[in-house]
């Protein structure tokens, strides 16, 4: 088994979290049901906590983050229409073109320089209704914390500029807040305020919040007895899935109010790697780092298998660019290795004369 003890730095996702065992000990103590059947009180227990942290009437568990986001599309569009949403998406890049295949829908990625969609650009990306000879607009879907663009925060003034926009255009609004409680943390706004902004709120349990398996789906209560369907033909209706909701329990009781210690690694992490040479740092705001190779003879998957020979592992995200993300099982020592074993395969010295600097 992986983990801290064995001094492996797993800096790939903050997915790779195991379970504490106070969240094991949650687990075990779970009261369960059958949840297709209805009657799994600790999954009502935490789609009700949850709904209350939203400010939304109703929510409903899931099996991952993707699930809950193609619900939300096949909720809001008809096939044949589109959906606006920022073009490095977690929608666009990494669902497997779900969107297609699952709602039939295409997505009109609109470019950004920070992954931030503006309410100006959402406008100017929503199709007339006049031109009845193109495809129309559906949904617009905004991603909160931006993965790819790492981590970035929307400044809730843009949610709510966006939110209006579509309003004024008769169109929903889904938030892609898989690291919506990150996004709160760091604007120092609750997750309420945000989910405001839209119609539906996807939250994942899984990533910062440490759980095992689960994502969340906000909305109204016929939104969510809708979704409740559409998850079944999907698949992911389970039965004694208490067992995993109690650990969503557990993680918002001891998990979420200390996300801010790893925004505050992340930004060690920065500042100790912005001195290497060979390597563009992206200043983070929340717990995602992003380093571009700037070295023309090494390549992320270069970095990344040097990386991980020395027991440090990130994620290669494009032909250039490394992930690290920031953890509850990062500690500040992981931190400080992590830092000076990039120095030591990106900087000067580094041995990328030798790597094959092949395609990734
Ligand atoms: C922004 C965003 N949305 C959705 C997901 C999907 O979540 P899951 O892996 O639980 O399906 C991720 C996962 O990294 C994500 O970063």
Redesign the pocket.
């Known amino acids: 088994m992986r983990g801290a003890s064995d001094g492996i730095v797993d800096l790939r996702?903050d997915?790779v979290t195991r379970p504490s065992a106070g969240m094991r000990e949650a687990i075990a103590r779970a009261e369960v049901g059958d949840d297709a059947l209805g009657d799994d009180p600790t999954v009502r227990a935490l789609e009700s906590r949850v709904a209350g942290i939203l400010g939304k009437p109703a929510s409903l568990f899931f099996p991952?983050?993707?699930?809950a986001?193609q619900t939300a599309l096949l909720l809001h569009t008809t096939p044949g229409t589109e959906v606006v949403c920022e073009a490095s998406?977690?929608?666009v890049d990494?669902?497997l073109a779900g969107a297609a295949a699952n709602a039939g829908v295409q997505l009109r990625g609109v470019a950004s320089s920070d992954g931030i969609l503006t309410a100006e650009a959402v406008v100017a990306a929503i199709r007339p209704r006049a031109a009845k000879l193109q495809i129309q607009t559906s949904l617009i879907s905004v991603?909160n914390?931006?993965?790819a663009a790492g981590g970035r925060v929307v400044p809730l003034a843009t949610a709510l500029a966006i939110r209006d926009a579509a309003r004024n255009h008769n169109l929903p609004v889904h938030m892609?807040g898989?690291?919506l409680w990150n996004a709160a943390e760091a604007a120092g706004v609750t997750e309420r305020d945000y989910a405001a902004c839209a119609d539906t709120v996807?939250v994942?349990l899984?990533?910062g919040l440490g759980c095992p398996v689960g994502?969340m789906l906000a909305g109204d209560e016929e939104t969510i007895d809708r979704a409740r369907v559409v998850r079944r033909r999907l698949g992911g209706s389970m039965r004694q899935s208490g067992i995993l909701a109690a650990a969503g329990l557990y993680a918002l009781d001891h998990n979420r109010s200390r996300l801010g210690e790893d925004h505050v690694r992340a930004r060690r992490l920065a500042e100790l790697s912005r001195s290497i040479p060979g390597l563009d740092v992206i200043e983070p705001e929340t717990n995602i780092v992003m380093f571009d190779i700037a070295r023309p003879d090494m390549n992320s998957v270069d970095v990344t298998a040097a990386l991980e020979q020395r027991g440090v592992w990130m994620t290669v995200f494009t032909q250039r660019r490394v992930r690290a993300v920031t953890h509850l099982d990062i500690d500040d020592a992981g931190i400080e290795r992590a830092a000076a074993v990039l120095a030591e395969v990106v900087g000067e010295g580094g041995r990328g004369t030798h790597f094959a600097n092949r395609p990734v």
């Open positions: 996702s997915t991952s983050g993707i699930m986001n998406a977690h929608l990494w669902e991603e914390t931006h993965n892609d898989a690291r996807m994942t899984s990533k994502s």
